[in-house]
DNA sequence: CGCATATTCAACCGATTGGTTGACGATCTG
DNA sequence: CAGATCGTCAACCAATCGGTTGAATATGCG
């Protein structure tokens, strides 16, 4: 029963992770890269990005030896609407989640998505 | 050292939790009809809330014996403009719609869609 | 007062979390 | 090949989490 928002937001709660993922915004980086400003041991951040990864906001890439890590913004995007239904459409039950989607097919489909 | 953040993100964390903030959209509600739908104990529930309004996600009040709770959106605006610096991310995304939809509340989905 | 209602407290429990260490497999390099 | 580097795995640990139950504390009411 795990949703995809549990997970997401279980990852964010970690100071860790988020500097992580603040790091990431910048350049892609390898493990150990991504280790090194932390004052614990590689197996701990290797963990951390493993929870990263779990919740698709980031991808990793083995090249050689070398595992690159990617930020992946896109996960973030279910947990940004889902708190958005909270300040801006209020107040927001079931019928006005469903007029609201009745009314976005009418809008352009984002093409990155 | 634990910032805002890590408790705010972490008590978005738990589908209970969220499943409150949802309800306390429509209304405010006392800690007993908080409780009244979920499928545990009253002193879970009222766990629950405590974790919510050390967030600051919801705020209590006791009125005589009843303790109503108030959703407090505000408390997101931190969780939300964190996530906004990942890129911005449209609250009317039709994808995430659906997906908010199918996953949060069990609904169908819409054939039309 | 005496009883029901509303909520929390305290103790306990099993599962999970965030960290450690040491060994290991895989890959590059001299 | 030998040795160094990259990263994960496995076992372990203390702390926290999400739940339970039963007792306790307020408060409202007849």
Redesign the interface.
């Known amino acids: ?6 997970i997401v ?2 990852a ?4 860790t992770r ?1 500097e992580i ?2 790091m990431l ?1 910048e350049d892609d980086m390898a493990v150990t890269d991504v280790a090194e400003p932390f004052a614990m041991s590689l197996a701990a951040i290797s963990k951390h990005l493993a929870i990263l990864a779990a919740a698709g906001l980031i991808s990793q890439e083995k090249r050689g030896r070398v595992k690159w890590c990617k ?1 992946e ?2 996960a ?19 019928d006005a ?1 469903e007029a ?2 009745a009314q ?2 009418h ?1 352009p ?2 093409p990155e ?1």
Do not use: I
């Open positions: 029963m795990t949703s995809a928002l549990d937001f279980a964010l709660a970690d100071p988020r993922l603040r915004l930020l913004p896109d973030l995007r279910a947990a940004s609407v889902w708190m958005q239904s909270f300040g801006q459409f209020e107040p927001v039950n079931l989640f609201f989607l976005e097919l809008l489909t984002d998505l």
